[in-house]
């Protein structure tokens, strides 16, 4: 069973490793916009969200949750962000659409990390660690596989084109089950963000040691 995924994933890379550094590439290419955007923000700006960040970690502990509502906006949310992967991934036409979904991931964490980092120091590299990076051990992962996939199964579309031997039908079933399994460790990050995050945040927060401005 070990030996025929190790089989499945190395000639997966062998096969698509181009998709994957260019994917990659672009993620990390937004993470770095995004955290240089944190340098453009005005600065009342920059100290009103710092209030609210240091206003939530002060009273985590005591916030009252809604975890059936927020299950079901993370839900929808991943279902909206790897199913508009999918779809883009049906046709050639789709593939800026593909990497701007992944660069606009990538600003978004950039931004947040070195906004936590830049307006509280350490103890924003301690928040970040526990309120950003648990889920996004299994998101990010997934975002990247998925978007890798959009791109490869974009590219065979085109390459049908010039070369009718190729059975599209087939790999389409194949990208549709990929994309099912980035979707359901999509939705597992989400659920780790909403039960296990904000625990861990709560528990971290006396460490956090940041008096409201």
């Known amino acids: 069973m070990w030996n025929a995924w190790a089989v499945f994933w190395k000639n997966c890379w062998r096969q698509n490793w181009p998709q994957y550094m260019l994917v990659l590439a672009v993620f990390l290419a937004g993470a770095a916009f995004g955290a240089l955007g944190v340098n453009h923000l005005p600065v009342g700006q920059f100290e009103e969200l710092s209030k609210h960040v240091q206003t939530y970690v002060a009273q ?22 790897i199913g508009l992967l999918y779809i883009f991934g049906l046709t050639f036409v789709g593939i800026p659409f593909i990497l701007a979904l992944i660069f606009m991931r ?9 906004f936590l980092t830049q307006s509280m120091a350490v103890n924003g590299v301690l928040l970040a660690a526990v309120s950003i990076l648990p889920q ?60 296990f995050t904000p ?13 409201v401005l």
């Open 60 to 81: 985590v502990g005591q916030l009252s949750a809604n975890p059936a509502g927020a299950v079901r906006g993370k839900v929808f949310e991943d279902i909206l962000v």
């Open 106 to 114: 990538g600003f978004i964490l950039g931004f947040a990390v070195s």
């Open 136 to 195: 996004n051990l299994l998101y990010l992962p997934a975002l990247l596989f998925g978007g890798t996939a959009s791109m490869s199964f974009a590219l065979l579309s085109l390459r049908r084109y010039t070369n009718f031997r190729i059975r599209l039908l087939s790999c389409l079933v194949g990208y549709t089950a990929i994309m099912a399994v980035v979707l359901a460790a999509a939705v597992s990050a989400g659920l780790v963000e909403i039960y």
């Open 199 to 211: 625990w861990l945040t709560g528990v971290s927060a006396p460490l956090i040691e940041t008096p």
